[in-house]
């Protein structure tokens, strides 16, 4: 049922949202998978909803139900989420990426279950780079030369050679996307917990921002900042 805002600052707008993370198959059992548990995607797409946006929900594997009110999509692969993304993006106003998506699938899938074998030697996974889907998305929509508005979500870990925020920035310019929501990932931190703590990157340079708090308080940030960047509300 539409929520609070139904009236609603996104009204008439349709918004894409990918959510969960994207499983590659190895053999007809196994896949290669990631962390992703989608509570992220779904406070976003509940938050769309109930601003009175027309959600398209793009869903890999997730471990929460998706959400009502919104058109969903059942994907697996990267390859079959870029095939839904770049179909719902075509008519869409805002698009925005937080599904986990595998950098990288197996060269080969097996047609039948892997075996182990005393007479060979063990596997040895061969990985192939999957197409990046949100550079691919502002590709269209820069060659389209509509005012759609692409959202990342970057998952960041810091190291020797940089800070999150280095890092994030590195990302920004080399994707393209208008904002980017950067959150600092560890093994227990974000991936699959109900809290999150974000700061959303522009492409313009204005201050980073930052939100935090429950995975709807984060959404309810970005989908402020979302009518923000549309003119739908006043700052
Ligand atoms: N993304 C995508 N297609 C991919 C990989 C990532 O669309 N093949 C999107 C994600 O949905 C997210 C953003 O790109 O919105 C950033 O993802 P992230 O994994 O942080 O960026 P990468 O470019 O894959 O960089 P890294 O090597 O740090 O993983
Ligand atoms: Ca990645």
Same mark, same amino acid.
Do not use: W
């Given at each position: 049922?539409?929520g609070?805002d139904?009236?609603?600052?996104?009204a008439?707008?349709?918004?894409?949202i990918?959510?969960?993370?994207?499983r590659?198959?190895?053999?007809?059992?196994?896949f290669?998978g990631?962390?992703?548990?989608?509570?992220?995607?779904?406070a976003? #797409?509940?938050? +769309?909803?109930?601003?009175? =946006?027309? !959600?398209r929900?793009?869903?890999?594997?997730m471990?929460?139900? *998706?959400? $009502?009110?919104?058109?969903?999509?059942?994907?697996?692969t990267?390859?079959?989420?870029?095939?839904?993304?770049?179909?719902?993006a075509?008519?869409?106003?805002?698009?925005i990426?937080? #599904?986990?998506? +595998?950098?990288?699938?197996? =060269?080969? !899938?097996?047609g039948?279950k892997?075996?182990?074998?005393?007479? *060979?030697? $063990?596997?040895?996974?061969a990985?192939?780079?999957?197409?990046?889907?949100?550079q691919?998305?502002?590709e269209?929509r820069?060659?389209a030369?509509?005012?759609?508005l692409?959202i990342?979500?970057?998952?960041?870990?810091?190291?020797?050679e940089?800070?999150?925020?280095e890092?994030?920035q590195?990302k920004?310019?080399?994707?393209?996307c208008?904002?980017?929501?950067?959150?600092?990932?560890?093994r227990?931190?974000?991936?699959g917990?109900d809290t999150?703590?974000?700061?959303?990157?522009?492409?313009?340079?204005?201050?980073?921002?930052?939100?935090?708090?429950?995975?709807?308080?984060?959404?309810?940030?970005?989908?402020?900042?979302?009518?923000?960047?549309?003119?739908?509300?006043?700052?």
């Amino acid at each position: 049922a539409p929520g609070p805002d139904a009236a609603g600052r996104l009204a008439g707008l349709t918004m894409t949202i990918s959510a969960g993370g994207t499983r590659e198959p190895l053999d007809p059992v196994r896949f290669l998978g990631n962390r992703s548990s989608g509570k992220q995607g779904v406070a976003l #797409a509940l938050a +769309a909803r109930d601003a009175g =946006a027309k !959600v398209r929900f793009l869903a890999a594997h997730m471990e929460v139900p *998706a959400p $009502d009110g919104v058109e969903v999509v059942l994907v697996e692969t990267a390859l079959e989420l870029r095939a839904a993304a770049l179909h719902a993006a075509a008519d869409s106003d805002v698009v925005i990426m937080a #599904a986990a998506v +595998a950098d990288f699938r197996p =060269a080969d !899938v097996s047609g039948t279950k892997i075996k182990k074998r005393d007479d *060979a030697a $063990d596997p040895v996974i061969a990985l192939v780079r999957n197409p990046d889907i949100l550079q691919e998305l502002v590709e269209v929509r820069d060659a389209a030369s509509h005012g759609q508005l692409i959202i990342g979500f970057a998952a960041e870990t810091g190291d020797a050679e940089g800070d999150v925020l280095e890092y994030a920035q590195a990302k920004l310019r080399r994707k393209g996307c208008d904002l980017l929501v950067v959150n600092h990932v560890g093994r227990d931190l974000v991936f699959g917990q109900d809290t999150n703590s974000v700061v959303i990157l522009s492409r313009t340079g204005s201050e980073p921002q930052e939100a935090s708090g429950s995975k709807s308080d984060v959404a309810a940030a970005v989908i402020d900042r979302i009518s923000v960047e549309l003119n739908r509300v006043v700052p």
